[in-house]
């Protein structure tokens, strides 16, 4: 089946240093990948996506490639503030499948925690 | 605004009880999902819904029901038979596309049997 494997944490930064958050994933057909981030307390929301291979999905400064080769999706930030502090979700979905395949297959998360 | 709302967000149940989860939205989305949260598990489908009236059984739909009867609202009852019931409870919805699409989430309900 689909899966979604991420580094784990927590992940501690100081602010202003690079962030690097590993998603690899396995799926048995062409899969949309999607980073989510949750706040404390709150529910999840989308920070970038990307539907197709070399794709970059990228916004509020993360990045990520869709790298096929390598089946891998990883978040990248150069310069990380505080306010990142959150739990990161790396999912896919397979589209154009229809029934329970329109869900979402998230990893674990990933909390990354920064410190002034 | 658009959105989905969740309600209550913090809720306490007796062991043996029932209890029902709101959530709505007004995006106008023809899908709507149910997750389940727990510490370093990420997030499991519970169920979801694709039309008004119709519902599948998502990964973990054991001791779990829903209903939607309109577009806009699929609440989620817990029921007693759940075994380990305390969680955060996510809602989620996206338009019936089969295309490429965002899902939205709410702002959660943590449960917390007693």
């Known amino acids: 089946g689909d899966s979604v494997t991420q580094m784990e944490g927590p992940v501690t930064l100081s602010e202003e240093a690079f962030l690097t958050i590993n998603c690899t994933y396995t799926?048995?057909?062409?899969?949309?990948l999607f980073w989510y981030v949750q706040y404390p307390g709150e529910g999840l929301q989308l920070l970038l996506k990307?539907?197709?291979?070399?794709d970059k999905g990228s916004n509020k400064g993360f990045e990520a490639t869709y790298r096929k080769e390598t089946t891998s999706f990883h978040l990248e930030k150069g310069s990380v503030q505080v306010s990142d502090s959150a739990v990161y979700f790396c999912?896919?979905?397979?589209?154009?499948?229809?029934?329970?395949?329109?869900?979402?297959?998230f990893g674990k998360g990933t909390l990354l925690t920064v410190n002034p | 605004d658009g959105g989905i709302t969740q309600s209550p967000k913090y809720l306490f149940r007796k062991e043996g009880q029932n209890v029902t989860l709101s959530c709505e939205q007004n995006?106008?989305?023809?899908?709507m999902y149910w997750y389940r949260q727990d510490p370093g598990q990420g997030l499991r489908l519970i169920y979801y819904?694709?039309?008004?009236?119709?519902?599948q059984k998502g990964d973990i739909a054991e001791g779990y029901s829903v209903s939607r009867e309109k577009k806009e609202s699929f609440p989620l009852t817990v029921t007693s038979a759940q075994k380990n019931p305390t969680a955060f409870y996510l809602c989620?919805?996206?338009?019936?596309?089969?295309?490429?699409?965002?899902?939205?989430f709410g702002p959660g309900t943590r449960l917390t049997v007693l």
């Open positions: 799926a048995t057909g062409y899969p949309s």
């Open positions: 999912a896919l979905r397979i589209p154009n499948s229809g029934g329970s395949n329109y869900k979402l297959t």
């Open positions: 819904s694709q039309i008004v009236n119709d519902f």
């Open positions: 989620a919805s996206n338009r019936d596309s089969k295309f490429t699409d965002t899902q939205y």
């Open positions: 990307a539907t197709k291979a070399d």
């Open positions: 995006l106008n989305h023809d899908a």
